[in-house]
């Protein structure tokens, strides 16, 4: 039987771990040439209740978009047969999914290797080279505030809790010295997420990261945020109290989708 934290753990997954999928293939040459002039649909799907559940890879020579729900006749099919077992597999766990699709071997192999560079937003993932470790942060902060805003419209009880009693204001995160930035977006309970900085209104908590070497120890789970900001890995403009909220409600989205 399908749980309301499967549904939001999924919600989370296919509508904030899958975009970030597009910064792979933008930002490391390998992967883009890998998948140059790819037309092709490849669809996640899981059984929920007499219905199912998922979203699919559409490729356009190439440039890839993110749809939610079950496309007709995909090149490559990904089948669950449980939305908890999809969850598993996206998180990293042995589970194998029913393939249709064999025969496109070099396409599966494609799929394959992307979903794979998604290993990097792993807490235990600890990148050495400078690109890696930019890409790693690029890819957390896109993935954090839009899970957030998915957390929320997936009506995690406290989540709206918190969402509803707010006018409108805005959560930022930034990397100094980095053209890496996004922002959560809140007002009476409605909820968006954005990449780089919101411009209409002053941010309510600004989190910004002493450059990709500070965002590092935080993402990775290695100081809480008081010893974060103590070190100076990390500064917080704005309500402190609704700072520590935030960070609160990141690391359940982490425990749910690890």
Not at 78 to 91: E, I, Q, R, T
Request: glycine fraction near 8%; charge should be positive; aromatic fraction near 8%.
């Amino acid at each position: 039987m399908t749980t309301e934290r499967d549904l939001i753990t999924a919600r989370i997954f296919l509508r904030a771990l899958f975009p970030v999928m597009k910064v792979v293939l933008s930002d490391v040459p390998k992967m883009k040439k890998r998948f140059e002039g790819v037309t092709a649909k490849i669809q996640f799907a899981a059984k929920n209740g007499n219905g199912e559940l998922g979203a699919y890879l559409d490729f356009k020579d190439g440039e890839l978009e993110i749809v939610q729900g079950i496309c007709d006749n995909p090149e490559i099919r990904f089948g669950f047969s449980s939305v908890k077992k999809m969850n598993d597999m996206l998180a990293g766990k042995p589970v194998i999914p029913k393939i249709k699709g064999f025969l496109k071997i070099g396409l599966l192999i494609k799929a394959f290797s992307l979903l794979l560079s998604l290993k990097i937003l792993m807490p235990n993932a600890k990148p050495k080279a400078e690109d890696k470790k930019r890409l790693k942060i690029k890819m957390t902060i896109y993935m954090i505030t839009t899970a957030l805003s998915q957390y929320n419209k997936g009506g995690d009880p406290e989540m709206v809790k918190w969402t509803s009693k707010q006018p409108e204001r805005i959560y930022q995160m930034s990397v100094e010295n980095e053209d890496i930035a996004a922002y959560f977006r809140v007002k009476a309970g409605k909820s968006k997420a954005g990449r780089g900085f919101y411009k209409k209104r002053r941010p309510f908590v600004h989190m910004k990261f002493n450059g990709i070497d500070g965002a590092l120890p935080v993402m990775l789970n290695e100081v809480n945020m008081v010893e974060a900001i103590k070190n100076r890995f990390l500064s917080v403009e704005g309500s402190p109290e609704y700072g520590r909220d935030i960070g609160d409600f990141m690391m359940r989205i982490q425990n749910m989708i690890t």
